[in-house]
Antibody
Framework: QVQLQESGPGLVQPSETLSLTCTVS????????WTWIRQPPGKGLEWIGY???????EYNPSLKSRVTISGDTSQNQLSLKLTSVTAADTAVYYC?????????????WGQGTLVTVSS | SNELTQPPSVSVSPGQTARITCSSD??????SYWYQQKPGQAPVLVIY???ERFSGIPERFSGSSSGTTVTLTIDGVQAEDEADYYC???????????FGGGTKLTVL
């Protein structure tokens, strides 16, 4: 059974870098592509970006200048870094497995982790 | 347009049929996917490739596609179906993932 678990600081200072980890169990991250999504409180889903099984990445154009997604095969983990954060980056951040051609269905999802940007 | 447009809300009585639409020019070229999200929970895949029901999803859920509009249909709605529903697809080039704004389904 594939399971994903997001982790990282729940509070980040404005202008700092948000760093999250997604720990994957039940499958090697090298066999699928993986996606990060976020959801501001009370709002809809926003795609952040993905990393393919071969390590290629693609990002939401609106976040591209601030986002980096990478994978650590030794730890079977994914990471998300978002620089120069503001209050608008406050959201629940999810990682999910992509089961198609990079832009396909997402299953399963992690439980999500709330990140608040505030001083 | 590469945006996915959903109605903000849909209300139905138990046992009735709920239909949630999602529209975009991109849907003429790209597959659609539907997710159900209940309060405090992560989204769950319901429909993939426009009309394929995902494993474990009740048969009352179905998907359809016509041109630039896709529809999630729930026949015989139950109270447990009350949730937010999101459609997902890709932009016309197939490079970026896009989500609809979400539809809140209320079971009266």
């Amino acid at each position: 059974q594939v399971q994903l678990q997001e982790s990282g600081p729940g509070l980040v200072q404005p202008s700092e870098t948000l760093s999250l980890t997604c720990t994957v169990s039940g499958v090697s991250i090298m066999t699928y592509s993986w996606t990060w999504i976020r959801q501001p409180p009370g709002k809809g889903l926003e795609w952040i970006g993905y990393i393919s099984y071969s390590g290629n990445t693609e990002y939401n154009p609106s976040l591209k200048s601030r986002v980096t997604i990478s994978g650590d095969t030794s730890q079977n983990q994914l990471s998300l870094k978002l620089t120069s954060v503001t209050a608008a980056d406050t959201a629940v951040y999810y990682c999910a497995r992509e089961r198609g051609l990079l832009t396909g269905p997402l299953n399963p999802w992690g439980q999500g982790t709330l990140v608040t940007v505030s001083s | 347009s590469n945006e996915l447009t959903q109605p903000p809300s849909v209300s139905v009585s138990p046992g009735q049929t709920a239909r949630i639409t999602c529209s975009s020019d991109a849907l003429a070229k790209q597959y659609s996917y539907w997710y159900q999200q209940k309060p405090g929970q992560a989204p769950v895949l319901v429909i993939y490739r426009d009309n394929e029901r995902f494993s474990g999803i009740p048969e009352r859920f179905s998907g359809s596609s016509s041109g630039t509009t896709v529809t999630l249909t729930i026949d015989g709605v139950q109270a447990e179906d009350e949730a937010d529903y999101y459609c997902q697809s890709a932009d016309s080039s197939g490079t970026y993932v896009i989500f609809g704004g979400g539809t809140k389904l209320t079971v009266l």
